[in-house]
């Protein structure tokens, strides 16, 4: 990051306070990645595949909850079917128990998903701290938003499925805490809960949310990477080993087990916290509803509008301009943009050349890329022209 | 270094961070013979840039960007390195002597190693000054070349484009295997000079059949 203390002397100390954070917390970044860069090599960072490592998490929660599904009945009870109860806990016990590796396969699930959240705030940290969320990208900081929050909230149903008095409680102060919401609170418990109490419905909503929502992922997935060309999803195989190796090590050493089965009658009140989903049951159970509620929403809103609220750390954006009489229509400079902010267009009539390049503005990042792609001195960037810079070394050059 | 020639730096403003290393007149004040050109990416650079600085007579060229996988930009770096090894249009012309040329990948506080890695590279530009000197010009003298090849032993092993180095100091892969960077690069020195293929002025190789309704 360019230096950001460039501010003028009517900023305010909250802008200075801010720019002198993300300063320091810039450098701190470099220097772990230095760090990292020294042990592993560039090539094997892992926190060059940011974005790539809660994406192979994902497709392991994919294939892990595909092999769960096949075993998991969503009911609480089936009392009128038959003497022997199976519901959405004894299934889970049969698959953990009884199915060879079904212990396995929910241990990978489970810890997946820690891993998964895990490094979505690594990632959006990093972003953050480098400086890489605002202008241009805020289409993918938005989106990045909400899928923390939409990955949340699946991981959430996540333990609600397991039907144990964890499960329970959680469902009921979930309800508590909509039913606290103004207007809105009561039918979004009815949507919550499928119905008015918790029934053999409210599971199968449940069931329907997580993996409903895990679809939706990839949804908002695609306008996250929308305007990324190439987006690095895939870490070397080399890094996906040893994330993999991880995770097993934690499935071996720390195998999931599930609490007692839910009772309606019952009143669990406590319950082991999973620090990656269920932080916020913990706020809930230390501060009113009132201000559970404002507290969450305030922060989500800040971190929704963040690329706003900060403004003039950097140079504006000026964006790439096309030498019109100069473009070949080669379509190089489209094909290496970073943000997909080059659109080839038919070139206007009497041109020798099919196809003309265009800059989409808002996407451009002002990096260059598209100079340094084209062969033809078609594209250039107003506050740097190639030209410029060819008769600057030129000139030192001749000049010794 | 007094009679070294110029050696011009294409750098991207946020790699390793040389502002502190500079002149007033955007030279390194410790080897005032190296002009430092800044780049808001690496990926802004054009061969090209590389060629028509060889040609005006720089001794080398040094190109730097961040470690790559940490472009600000996501790819500015992937790309110059693509096309400085020959594979992504548009690339260095087969004629440019690509033992005059080095890429660094240094993040931004990694300036004590650009400075090393150029002195190191600045010594074997001139070992390759000196080398073409003597192969040129001492057809007529009877001494042979052994005195001086002492010291240009350094030059060999790197044939190829430097596009070497993360912070540590092993190639990588791509680096050692630069496929596109074999055909030129063994030949015998020709000095940056040469007119070459000038008249086509590269054209990239991609697909010129857009161009082709001439
Ligand atoms: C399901 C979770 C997420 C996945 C799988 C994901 C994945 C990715 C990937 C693969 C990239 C492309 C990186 C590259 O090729 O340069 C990316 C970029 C980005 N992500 Fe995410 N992301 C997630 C969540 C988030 C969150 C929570 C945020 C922030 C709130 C975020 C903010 C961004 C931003 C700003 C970029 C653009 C970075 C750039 O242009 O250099 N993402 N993400
Ligand atoms: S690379 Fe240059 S010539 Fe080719 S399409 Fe882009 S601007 Fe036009
Ligand atoms: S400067 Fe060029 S390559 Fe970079 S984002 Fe803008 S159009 Fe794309």
Not at chain 1, 339 to 346: D, G, K, T
Not at chain 2, 60 to 75: H, K, M, S, T
Request: overall charge positive.
């Amino acid at each position: 990051m360019t230096s950001s203390v460039q501010n003028e002397s009517n900023d305010n100390w909250l802008k200075q306070g801010y720019n002198h954070f993300i300063d320091i917390a810039n450098k701190i970044t470099l220097a772990i990645e230095d760090g990292i860069n020294i042990a592993v090599t560039s090539k094997y960072n892992p926190l060059y595949y940011h974005g790539a490592l809660p994406q192979f998490y994902l497709w392991v929660l994919f294939l892990s909850g595909l092999l769960l599904f096949a075993y998991y009945v969503p009911t609480i009870d089936n009392a009128y079917l038959s003497n022997r109860l199976i519901n959405a806990w004894t299934s889970v016990q049969y698959i953990t128990n009884s199915i060879p590796f079904g212990g396995v396969i929910r241990g990978i699930h489970r810890y997946a998903g820690d891993a998964m959240v895990l490094f979505i705030f690594l990632h959006a940290i990093r972003v953050w701290f480098t400086d890489r969320y605002r202008q241009y990208r805020w289409i993918q900081w938005v989106s990045g938003v909400v899928l923390l929050l939409m990955v949340l909230f699946i991981g959430q149903t996540g333990y609600y499925l397991v039907w144990d008095e964890r499960s329970l409680l959680l469902t009921r102060m979930t309800v508590s805490a909509l039913e606290a919401l103004p207007i809105i609170g009561a039918p979004l418990k009815a949507w919550f809960l499928n119905g008015d109490t918790i029934t053999n419905l409210t599971l199968s909503n449940f069931l329907f949310i997580h993996i409903g929502l895990s679809f939706a992922l990839l949804f908002v997935l695609w306008l996250h990477y929308v305007r990324m060309t190439r987006p690095v999803i895939t870490p070397p195989p080399a890094v996906n080993f040893v994330l993999v190796g991880i995770l097993l090590l934690a499935v071996f050493l720390v195998p999931i087990t599930s609490g007692k089965m839910a009772d309606l009658n019952s009143q669990p009140n406590t319950y082991e916290v999973d620090w990656f989903f269920l932080f916020n049951y913990w706020l809930m159970s230390h501060m009113s509803l009132a201000v559970f509620w404002v507290s969450m929403t305030a922060a989500a809103v800040i971190a929704t509008i963040l690329p706003w609220l900060v403004k003039n750390v950097s140079p504006p954006v000026i964006p790439a301009e096309v030498v019109i009489s100069k473009c070949t229509g080669c379509s190089l400079c489209y094909r290496d943009c970073p943000y997909q902010a080059i659109e080839m267009v038919p070139a206007p009539a009497g041109s020798r050349f099919k196809l003309l390049a265009t800059v989409n503005i808002p996407r451009c990042s002002s990096c260059g890329i598209c100079v340094g792609a084209c062969a033809f001195d078609a594209i250039d960037l107003p506050q740097l022209p190639d030209a410029n810079v060819l008769s600057e070394i030129k000139t030192f050059a001749e000049a010794k | 270094m007094a009679q070294s020639k110029p050696v011009i730096t294409l750098v991207c403003e946020r790699a390793a961070d040389l502002n502190s290393l500079l002149d007033s007149k955007g030279n390194l004040a410790e080897m005032p013979d190296v002009h430092v050109v800044k780049f808001p990416c690496s990926g802004m650079i054009q061969p090209l840039m590389i060629e028509a600085a060889l040609k005006a007579g720089a001794g080398g060229v040094i190109v730097c960007g961040c470690q790559i996988g940490d472009c600000y930009y996501r790819e500015g770096n992937k790309m110059i390195r693509d096309r400085l090894l020959g594979e992504r249009p548009p690339g260095l012309k087969k004629a440019t002597d690509r033992r005059r040329i080095m890429a660094l990948w240094l993040s931004r506080m990694q300036k004590q190693r650009f400075i090393a890695e150029s002195k190191e590279f600045i010594y074997r530009v001139q070992a390759l000054d000196i080398q073409e000197g003597i192969s040129a010009g001492n057809k007529a003298s009877a001494n042979p070349a052994p005195t001086v090849a002492a010291k240009p032993a350094v030059t060999a092993p790197t044939a190829a484009p430097v596009v070497d180095s993360s912070s540590t100091s092993t190639p990588t892969a791509a680096t050692t295997s630069a496929p596109a960077a074999a055909k030129p690069t063994i030949r015998p020195p020709t000095t940056a000079t040469t007119p070459a293929t000038e008249k086509s002025s590269s054209t990239p190789e991609a697909e010129s059949d857009k161009t082709s309704s001439t």
